[in-house]
């Protein structure tokens, strides 16, 4: 397994790295960038935005791509061109 040497109190310090542990193997901290504050959407994440109401009422699992997946997705996917 790769590792990689960090101050931890300076990652912790951060806004902008979020760390936590993993519910599978909580030996194991994950370090990953902050999300982006509620509320605000970053200007190149704009046209991915799913409106209200957008795919209401959809339910259960579609193919999509020769994959099963929720049919929300199927519904936002083909809304937004994926």
Do not use: W
């Amino acid at each position: 397994m790769a590792g990689i040497y960090a101050n931890l109190a300076q990652l912790m310090a951060s806004r902008e790295i979020s760390i936590s542990r993993t519910p599978f193997n909580p030996d194991i901290v994950v370090i990953k960038r902050a999300s982006f504050p509620k509320g605000e959407t970053p200007a190149h994440l704009d046209k991915y935005l799913i409106k209200k109401g957008e795919c209401a009422g959809k339910t259960g699992t579609l193919v999509h791509k020769g994959r099963i997946v929720p049919a929300t997705a199927v519904c936002v996917a083909e809304k937004h061109g994926k």
